[in-house]
């Protein structure tokens, strides 16, 4: 079975219902986690027990998309230790900012962390990450299992190295804060996703990182000026079918 977890879809903070950045890919039985902001380990856990994660990939440090990462530790530490620590895979000033919340507890206890970006085996998956423009240091990712390419974009901007991690990918994860006419290097639009999904030649475009209150509807409107693929709008609970 192969397939993608939709954890959550708000960016910046929550609306009521809802959960910051979050998914869950599945493939061949080996679970890998794709950021973890807040409110996403409840959903996670719908899914599968704390222990049955193989892998973590966070993209930044911004809460939104890290914060949770503590509670899955929680549940590693009190609950379900797991036999092996959990690889996890981040950029610089992740680590230290959930250990924050978490001064009595070591996160090394339960996770092996492992510096983004980089190039790692990680279960069936090659992990490829690279450096994309955002306000803290930031990896967008690719990851290659024999036929299944799935590239994440995070909450970074448009930016060349966005090209080459979603180049023939069946889906496309991006991140898209902005709408219409707003514009900043450090931030993708849903506009400009279709533009980037469309000259990477990624086979289905899923569209996420939502900020509260937005008119969801229009972010696939927008993308779809420049890309002709099948788009998808993420919401809680989603299963994308690989």
């Known amino acids: 079975m192969r397939q993608l977890g939709v954890l959550g879809s708000c960016g910046g903070w929550v609306e009521a219902g809802r959960a910051a950045a979050g998914f869950v890919l599945e493939a061949d039985g080996f679970r890998v986690v794709l950021d973890l902001g807040y409110a996403t380990v409840p959903r996670l856990l719908e899914r599968c027990a704390a222990r049955e994660v193989d892998a973590v990939v966070i993209t930044h440090a911004h809460p939104d998309h890290c914060a949770d990462l503590s509670v899955l530790s929680r549940a590693l530490l009190f609950g379900e230790r797991p036999d092996v620590r959990v690889p996890l895979y981040c950029p610089p000033g992740v680590l230290d900012r959930v250990q924050a919340m978490e001064p009595t507890e070591d996160l090394r206890e339960v996770f092996d962390p492992h510096p983004l970006p980089g190039t790692y085996e990680v279960g069936p998956f090659r992990l490829d990450a690279l450096p994309l423009p ?53 931030l993708l639009s849903a506009a400009q996703a279709g533009v980037w999904a469309a000259r990477a030649g990624a086979r289905r475009l899923l569209l996420g990182h939502f900020w509260p209150g937005a008119d969801r509807a229009r972010h696939p409107a927008e993308a779809a000026a420049a890309y002709p693929g099948e788009i998808l709008v993420a919401d809680e609970g989603m299963t994308v079918r690989l």
């Open 134 to 186: 955002h306000h803290v240091p930031h990896a967008g990712v690719r990851l290659t299992a024999p036929d299944l390419t799935v590239a994440y974009s995070g909450d970074a901007g448009p930016d060349p190295a966005l090209g080459e991690l979603a180049h023939d990918a069946d889906l496309l994860i991006a991140g898209t804060t902005l709408l219409g006419a707003e514009d900043d290097p450090l």
